[in-house]
């Protein structure tokens, strides 16, 4: 377990002395929020729940939840999707 996060952080290093996108290079999910209202995702790598109040995401190295009311997903491809509805909290593990 030490030697892989050693490794992860060995490569964060290398990717920031060069000045490269840590979501592409580390392969970590990309979220942005418009607002409480909707949310893009990139990098994800999997839904593991998907309801009305709660859609729970995969990604390489950590889960991510959204949580609300009327929550939707209103496209999704193998890189990127789009979550609508009323999103009152995002949480990240």
Known sequence: MKKNKDRIQQKEALVDSLRLPKDICMGAMKVTLTGSHEAWIENY???????????????????????GTRLSIDYYTTEDMKISGNISCVRYG
């Open 45 to 67: 790598r999997g839904i593991l729940e998907y309801t009305q109040t709660q859609i729970l995401l995969q990604g390489k190295t950590c889960q991510v939840s959204f949580e």
